[in-house]
């Protein structure tokens, strides 16, 4: 089925080390966001990138990098993982504007640093 | 910037009967759309229903409906014959008119249980 595709699906880190969390969609969507999920406080934007080559800082970017590869892939760095970065991450694509025709979200990865 | 709330951290219903849903929005501006989606133990956001600011109608899915009040910024989803499978974490959110660098703005959530 067309989506949004997130690897991996879980992931545990000892704090300092590196990791990319990859997104995928296949809905030639122009816009594709990544967002944090933590107990209570409901999904916070990271980033954001509005076509290839673009990016913008969300709300909470502190700690992560993201790379638009190209139209379809959207990536996710986090350089020195740190207990603070434990979370669920969800990544979303739209067609702007997205509240008219939708957002569609990944699956979500569930990330422990310890 | 844009803040959305919601003031229910918990609710509980009896099933088969109506339980609704709170949220309330800050914007400045005048053309937006809000959203109610469903979040279940296995992660995926499902979007349960959809309003434009700038129609006066309630949008209505099924057994899901809304209660806009624009003036009053509030937002509520009520949800009428409750079934098991309505058990989830709901959550209210934003989006600006033409899209942009904001992309959805989420409330805290509402964790609705269904007691059988």
């Known amino acids: 089925n067309a989506g949004v595709t997130q690897t991996p699906k879980f992931q545990v880190l000892k704090t300092g080390q590196s990791m990319t969390l990859q997104c995928a969609q296949d809905?030639?969507?122009?816009?594709m966001y990544w967002y944090r999920q933590d107990p209570g406080m409901g999904l916070r934007l990271i980033y954001y990138?509005?076509?290839?080559?673009?990016?913008d800082k969300g709300e909470v970017p502190n700690g992560y990098n993201v790379s638009r590869l190209n139209k379809r892939e959207f990536s996710l760095r986090l350089e020195s993982a740190a207990p603070s970065q434990t979370s669920v991450y969800f990544c979303?694509?739209?067609?702007?504007?997205?509240?008219?025709?939708?957002?569609?979200f990944g699956s979500g990865t569930r990330l422990t640093v310890v | 910037a844009q803040t959305v709330t919601q003031s229910q951290p918990e609710m509980s219903v009896q099933e088969a009967e109506t339980v609704t849903l709170s949220c309330t929005y800050d914007?400045?501006?005048?053309?937006?759309?809000l959203f109610w989606y469903k979040q279940p133990p296995s992660r995926q956001m499902i979007l349960v229903i959809r309003?434009?600011?700038?129609?006066?109608q309630n949008a209505t899915e099924n057994r899901f409906s809304v209660n806009f009040q624009k003036a009053a910024k509030s937002f509520s989803l009520k949800i009428s014959d409750s079934q098991l499978g309505d058990a989830a974490m709901y959550f209210c959110?934003?989006?600006?008119?033409?899209?942009?660098?904001?992309?959805?703005?989420f409330g805290k959530g509402t964790h609705l249980i269904i007691q059988p």
């Open positions: 990138s509005a076509s290839e080559g673009t990016t």
């Open positions: 979303a694509s739209s067609r702007p504007p997205g509240g008219l025709y939708g957002y569609t």
């Open positions: 809905m030639n969507h122009n816009s």
């Open positions: 914007t400045s501006e005048s053309d937006y759309y």
């Open positions: 959110a934003y989006s600006p008119y033409g899209g942009g660098a904001d992309g959805l703005t």
């Open positions: 309003q434009e600011a700038y129609k006066q």
